[in-house]
């Protein structure tokens, strides 16, 4: 059976070609659509995952880490009292617009604490030492930034809200889900620059849990003490930032459309292919069931031929995949593709190819032996 199976197969290598090309299209598709969406979903949460804060005290409904309200920064105070906390710092998010050597503007999220290097916030320093941010007007910028700000190296100067700024080092990875260049500077000069929305008020309040405390204890007293904020674990202010944009931007409706192509594309492929080969071939089908074979027997011809053309497509279209890595990473992009999300498309790439064999099946499963004998 599986010899026939092949033969049938490869009896066409140009259809075959194009069954295997056509499978490969639809797992590229859904494997980069997939990726493409991790991706800027990791973007969101960067400073998040990476920062050292176990708890993130928030303004009532925040919506994600980008979009900070304020509220006064003394509040800290209630929050370094709390036992189980070992430390406790304000964090202060805003948009600032960056004025650039070409007369241009170019906006900007700026991070701004005492400490930045406590929190890891950059935490990955390419060049500098997070320590000149207390010095006076001195910044980090994300090497990212290039892309959209021009080139700079440390030392060079950058306007921000008209007012002068050395770049005292640069970091990498820093990335918002917008793809806005990200910066740190000192948390009392970002107040300066903008004393009507941040005088003596901050955004966030990250909090470093003493070892063996009980992060829902600390949390639930925060709570308590600070009624009109939100508090919330390091995985639960992730989530929530990732569900911000899902919900408001559309991504989630974008990769799902996506995914639906190519797995409609792949099924109508191969489908077709089968079916086509299929009718070519009828009175080998035909020969089987005369020899004794069962609709089973003839099942396991297609399903082997649809199993044929979904491993082959899988691995082309994994490759493809991969490939478009470099290129996307160049467009300040990422392509994140999880294993279990390969394993996942792995399997329904053989379903659906299988499920795709039944159009034939059909077809064939009444097939009267007799053909075999006719002219």
């Known amino acids: 059976m599986v ?42 949460t960067l400073t998040i995952r990476h920062g050292r804060a176990d708890l993130w005290v928030t303004s009532k409904a925040t919506p994600n880490v980008d979009f900070a309200h304020q509220f006064p920064e003394t509040y800290v105070d209630r929050v370094r009292s709390v036992p189980g906390v070992e430390r406790a710092d304000n964090l202060i998010v805003t948009f600032m617009n960056i004025q650039l050597p070409t007369g241009a503007e170019e906006g900007g999220v700026f991070y701004a604490m005492e400490d930045p290097a406590a929190w890891d916030l950059p935490w990955k320093v390419k060049s500098g030492d997070l320590g000149d941010l207390r010095r006076g007007d001195y910044l980090f910028m994300d090497e990212s930034a290039k892309r959209r700000l021009g080139d700079f190296q440390v030392g060079d100067y950058r306007e921000v809200q008209h007012q002068r700024f050395q770049i005292a080092g640069m970091s990498e990875e820093a990335k918002s889900f917008t793809t806005t260049p990200v910066s740190f500077i000192d948390f009392r000069r970002a107040q300066a620059m903008n004393p009507d929305l941040l005088r003596g008020r901050t955004s966030y309040i990250l909090v470093k849990l003493a070892p063996g405390a009980d992060a829902n204890a600390v949390k639930a007293e925060i709570q308590r003490r600070l009624p009109f904020n939100d508090v919330y674990t390091k995985n639960e202010w992730a989530s929530k930032s990732e569900a911000y944009w899902i919900k408001n931007t559309g991504i989630g409706l ?19 292919t089968l079916y086509t080969s299929t009718m070519e071939h009828i009175k080998e089908f035909g020969t089987v069931k005369a020899i004794g074979g069962t609709n089973a027997d003839i099942y396991r011809i297609l399903a082997r031929q649809a199993s044929i053309a979904a491993a082959l497509g899988f691995v082309v279209g994994l490759g493809l995949a991969f490939a478009q890595k470099p290129a996307i990473e160049a467009m300040a992009l990422k392509l994140i593709i999880p294993g279990s999300t390969i394993a996942v498309v792995c399997v329904g790439t053989f379903v659906l190819c299988l499920a795709s064999a039944m159009v034939s099946f059909r077809k064939v499963a009444g097939l009267d032996p007799g053909i075999v004998f006719r002219s």
């Not at 090309?21 to 659509?33: D, E, I």
């Open 3 to 44: 010899d026939l199976a092949l033969k049938i197969l490869l009896h066409d290598k140009l259809r075959f070609t194009i069954t295997v090309a056509g499978v490969a299209f639809a797992v590229a598709l859904v494997l980069s659509q997939i990726g493409l969406f991790f991706g800027l979903l990791d973007n969101s």
């Open 254 to 272: 974008n990769a799902f459309l996506a995914v639906f192509l190519g797995v409609l594309v792949g099924v109508v492929v191969v489908a077709q």
